[in-house]
Nanobody, 122 residues
Framework: QVQLVESGGGSVQAGGSLRLSCAASGYSISRLCVGWFRQAPGKERDGVAIIDSAGRTRYADSVKGRFAISKDNAKNTLYLQMNSLKAEDTAMYYC????????????????WGQGTQVTVSS
């Protein structure tokens, strides 16, 4: 079972940037679909971005052009570069993983990190 630990969250003003990291252990993320999800207070958890084992990416429409997902297989770490942040990006961000060569934002992920809070003030 892969273990995931997020970091990099914080408070930033609108228009700013943050980079989230997700350190994986117990399994190589090069063989997994991995992604970022977020949940704002009182709302359901939504998919933000995913990257599959071949490096193909998918993004939620709300973050296209502003966020970029990437991974460093050698470091076994997943990243989310977030630019032009908006107040509506405020949420707890979670890293997740699942097996298989292909996945998308609606796939069921079965390994989750504890989350890192992102707060964007307007």
């Amino acid at each position: 079972q892969v273990q995931l630990v997020e970091s990099g969250g914080g408070s930033v003003q609108a228009g700013g940037s943050l980079r989230l990291s997700c350190a994986a252990s117990g399994y190589s993320i090069s063989r997994l679909c991995v992604g970022w999800f977020r949940q704002a207070p009182g709302k359901e958890r939504d998919g933000v971005a995913i990257i599959d084992s071949a490096g193909r990416t998918r993004y939620a429409d709300s973050v296209k052009g502003r966020f970029a997902i990437s991974k460093d297989n050698a470091k076994n770490t997943l990243y989310l570069q977030m630019n032009s942040l908006k107040a509506e990006d405020t949420a707890m961000y979670y890293c997740a993983a699942r097996g298989g060569n292909y996945c998308d934002l609606s796939s069921v992920f079965n390994a989750w990190g504890q989350g890192t809070q992102v707060t964007v003030s307007s």
